[in-house]
T-cell receptor
């Protein structure tokens, strides 16, 4: 069956450390993978997109890797801050068809001062 | 100015009632979406419209009927509400229907509670 799995447990880290979140998928062939941030009571906000032929993408303190052999994406936040505390969602966009996002359940990140 | 807005933000109603949620975007986008986020936090696409034409219609009970009067508006009408319809419903928009790298912009969500 098709699945997208993110760490179901919350990730707690100290301020200044690097947070690493995992997204694994099964029986999908995504053309793109996106990461979103969702704060409580709000809609998701787009952070980064990575293509299937890209290994790594960076934006300021954020870095995403995409390994289509392992069927895994890693999302890193360096020099984390309490303001980074939120739920982070990965989403697949499949080859062909329209811009349909298939989301994982998200991982809650808590950055402690 | 809010890019994607939804009304109402909260909706509490009895089983069996009919209700509507409205969405408007002022981004000039061609494509709009409805997503449902259940209690387990999975966000699942329900429908998508491109320029008033339905282009994505997932396996959703036919009690749910989207309507797009113009490309800036997408409404969701739900008939005969059931307990399992309780969830947060998000509207989103993006530039182009076929633009699979286009960012989707989400509204603030409507929390529907069916009693």
């Amino acid at each position: 069956s098709q699945k997208i799995e993110q760490n179901s447990e919350a990730l707690n880290i100290q301020e200044g450390k690097t947070a690493t979140l995992t997204c694994n998928y099964t029986n999908y062939s995504p053309a793109y993978l996106q990461w979103y941030r969702q704060d409580p009571g709000r809609g998701p906000v787009f952070l980064l997109l990575i293509r299937e032929n890209e290994k790594e993408k960076r934006k300021e303190r954020l870095k995403v890797t995409f390994d289509t052999t392992l069927k895994q994406s890693l999302f890193h936040i360096t020099a984390s801050q309490p303001a980074d505390s939120a739920t982070y969602l990965c989403a697949l966009v499949l080859s062909g068809g329209y811009n349909k996002l298939i989301f994982g359940a998200g991982t809650r990140l808590a950055v402690h001062p | 100015d809010t890019a994607v807005s939804q009304t109402p933000k909260y909706l509490v109603t009895q089983m069996g009632n009919d209700k509507s949620i409205k969405c408007e975007q002022n981004l000039g986008h061609d494509t709009m979406y409805w997503y449902k986020q259940d209690s387990k936090k999975f966000l699942k696409i329900m429908f998508s419209y491109n320029n008033k034409e339905l282009i994505i219609n997932e396996t959703v009970p036919n009690r749910f009927s989207p309507k797009s009067p113009d490309k800036a508006h997408l409404n969701l009408h739900i008939n005969s509400l059931e307990l399992g319809d309780s969830a947060v419903y998000f509207c989103a928009s993006s530039g182009r229907a076929g633009g699979r790298t286009d960012t989707q912009y989400f509204g603030p969500g409507t929390r529907l509670t069916v009693l």
